[in-house]
């Protein structure tokens, strides 16, 4: 698969537009977020999503990007507030090109426990603390 759906999806995600989003996604799209127990299902709210993280991660960069037949693998770096976060995104497509499902995978800690306060009141869950080592 050329990289082409990836550049739209990669180029949707940093407009911060749903709707944009919502256009490269296939209707069943899943988003798998290490922040959340259960997936983000449908096309709707994985765009909802990816447009509030694209609008809460600062200076949000794409870096390395790795591109197989049917998925790609895209390295992301930013800041939540003060905390700084690493990302990658593995990202699979359907065969019209259109995004099936999104893992997202981060660290460090304390940069996911910002990201996860900064959107729990929007998708309803409790805010996570970050517990200091004894």
Same mark, same amino acid.
Request: hydrophobic share 50%; charged share 20%.
């Given at each position: 698969?050329?990289?082409?759906?990836?550049?739209?999806f990669l180029d949707a995600v940093?407009?911060?537009?749903?709707?944009?989003?919502?256009?490269?996604?296939?209707?069943?799209?899943? !988003?798998?977020?290490?922040? !959340?127990?259960d997936p983000i299902v449908g096309?709707?709210?994985?765009?909802?999503?990816?447009?509030?993280?694209? $609008?809460? *991660?600062?200076? +949000?960069?794409?870096?390395?990007?790795?591109?197989?037949?049917?998925?790609?693998?895209?390295?992301?770096? &930013?800041? *939540? $507030?003060?905390?700084?976060?690493?990302?990658?995104?593995?990202?699979?497509?359907?065969?019209? &090109?259109?995004?099936?499902?999104?893992?997202? +995978?981060?660290?460090? +800690?304390? $940069?996911? *426990?910002? !990201?996860?306060?900064? !959107?729990?009141?929007? +998708?309803?869950?409790?805010?996570?603390?970050?517990v200091a080592a004894a």
């Open positions: 698969m050329a990289d082409e759906p990836l550049t739209a940093h407009s911060t537009d749903p709707e944009r989003m919502r256009e490269v996604l296939a209707a069943d799209a899943v !988003l798998h977020s290490p922040i !959340l127990a096309a709707g709210p994985v765009a909802g999503v990816l447009g509030l993280i694209g $609008g809460i *991660v600062d200076d +949000l960069a794409f870096g390395e990007v790795l591109v197989g037949e049917n998925h790609s693998a895209v390295h992301l770096t &930013g800041k *939540v $507030g003060t905390q700084p976060i690493e990302a990658i995104d593995y990202v699979a497509f359907d065969e019209a &090109g259109r995004v099936r499902s999104v893992t997202v +995978l981060a660290r460090p +800690l304390d $940069g996911v *426990v910002a !990201l996860q306060n900064r !959107l729990a009141p929007t +998708l309803g869950t409790p805010a996570l603390p970050l």
